[in-house]
């Protein structure tokens, strides 16, 4: 797929990068226009937590693929301060910033898929997948 | 990219053309509470068709930016934002909750007729 990309995320306009270098994917792909703006979003909010936690990371968009099932798989990495308790920030409503906590449970709603890996001093890692219906 | 914003009357009319960016959308806030105070607007919309999301910080600075400009004077209707992009919003788990939401610019204007009352310098 000629559209699969890795943003590096280093000021607010990559965050805008990113998600419509995801869109440009998931539109190849054949997802729905509704379906579009589900990933979009999704991207947004893992790409605004690398900017405002981490400072800098990257996201990778890509094909995926599982048997007959075809999909895009977003990739959020950074190599900032980490995610100490994971289950409490996939709260509904918790934060640490200024935020109202919704970027990481609202991003686990919006895919399919939602993996996150994370180490104190070490990173954080967010990996979701949607299919094609 | 700047976000046009047109003096129509006692309204003002802020189109997004493109896709924002987070300081954009601080600039946008920024600017229409300098003009709402200036020209002692009694109504603002803001044209959000040519938005491709709304995600958590663009939700709450619209938000913040209605609050803010009530405070100056001035009611705020969203128009426009694509039903895909509102059912994204409500997936995420973001609402426009207290702001006032028309369908497109023309119904956005009607509702602020409806609110302000239009009155001397009004558009309609
Ligand atoms: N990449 C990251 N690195 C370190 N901490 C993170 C990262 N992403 C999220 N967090 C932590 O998880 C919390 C919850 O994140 P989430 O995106 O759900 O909410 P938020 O960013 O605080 O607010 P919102 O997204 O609604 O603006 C954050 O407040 C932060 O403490
Ligand atoms: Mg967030």
């Known amino acids: 797929m000629s559209d699969e990309a890795c943003v590096p995320i280093n000021w ?7 998600r419509q ?10 997802f729905s226009r ?10 947004s909010e893992v790409a605004r937590n690398i900017l405002e936690y981490a400072g800098h990371g990257e996201v990778t968009v890509a094909t995926a693929q599982d048997g007959r099932r075809r999909g895009i798989m977003v990739v959020a990495r950074d190599e900032g301060p980490g995610i100490a308790d994971i289950a409490l920030a996939m709260q509904d409503g918790y934060s640490t910033g200024k935020g109202l906590g919704v970027g990481l449970p609202g991003s686990r709603r919006l895919m399919d898929d939602f993996e996150i ?7 954080t890692t967010v990996t979701m997948r949607k299919w094609v219906p | 990219m700047e976000v046009p914003i047109l003096k129509q009357g006692s309204y003002l009319i802020a189109s997004v053309q493109s896709a924002l960016t987070d300081a954009d959308l601080r600039q946008l806030q920024e600017r229409l509470a300098g003009m709402v105070s200036r020209h002692r607007s009694r109504g603002v919309v803001v044209d959000l068709a040519a938005m491709d999301v709304m995600d958590s910080f663009a939700s709450r600075t619209l938000r913040d930016t209605a609050h803010m400009l009530r405070l100056r004077g001035a009611a705020t209707v969203i128009v426009g934002i694509q039903p895909e992009v509102a059912f994204a919003m ?13 369908l497109d610019l023309e119904d956005g204007l009607a509702l602020l007729d409806e609110r302000v009352g239009g009155g001397p310098g009004h558009v309609r």
Do not use: C, F, P, Y
């Open chain 1, 12 to 18: 607010e306009v990559d965050v805008v990068t990113a």
């Open chain 1, 21 to 30: 270098r995801g869109r440009a994917l998931a539109s190849e792909l054949g």
């Open chain 1, 34 to 43: 509704g379906d579009l703006a589900l990933i979009a979003t999704a991207i």
């Open chain 1, 117 to 123: 890996a994370s180490e104190v001093g070490k990173g």
């Open chain 2, 90 to 102: 409500v997936q995420l788990g973001m609402n426009l909750e207290g702001i006032a939401t028309a």
